[in-house]
């Protein structure tokens, strides 16, 4: 009888991944995405991948460097990556990238970056500890 492989996965930055599809009440009067809705897509993704990595409540403490390098289209899926880049004691740093794609042609573009910091908290409000990030490779 055979066992399964039990040997663990090599780590990786914790990751989440989210897909939308850009409707005509997301767009603006040139049916491109409007870009606070843009910002709030990433921040969800900020949020999930903070959230299962702390296993705490977690906040938006900050977005910066948000680009806007190519306009989104409405009828385009928008595909979002949050990764944890950084992990402080209470704060994680979560970059998102949010590509467009033509779901009729598989045409695929970087069209939004950003970073974000997350903050974890415990039940009264406060700061708390957050685990560091898994040692990348083998």
Do not use: Y
Request: glycine share 8%; proline share 7%; hydrophobic share 45%.
């Amino acid at each position: 009888m055979s066992q399964a492989n039990t040997a663990p996965m090599p780590a990786a930055l914790p990751e989440a991944r989210m897909l939308e599809m850009v409707f005509p009440d997301h767009t603006n009067h040139l049916g491109t995405l409007f870009g606070g809705q843009a910002l709030a897509w990433m921040d969800k993704a900020a949020f999930i991948v903070a959230s299962r990595h702390a296993r705490r409540t977690v906040v938006t403490a900050r977005s910066e460097e948000v680009n806007f390098r190519v306009p989104v289209r409405k009828g385009q899926l928008a595909e979002l990556v949050a990764r944890i880049v950084g992990v402080g004691h209470s704060s994680m740093t979560v970059e998102v990238e949010l590509t467009a794609e033509d779901p009729l042609t598989g045409d695929r573009r970087v069209c939004t970056t950003g970073r974000f910091v997350m903050v974890a908290l415990d039940s009264n409000g406060t700061p708390a500890t957050v685990p560091p990030l898994p040692h990348v490779g083998a």
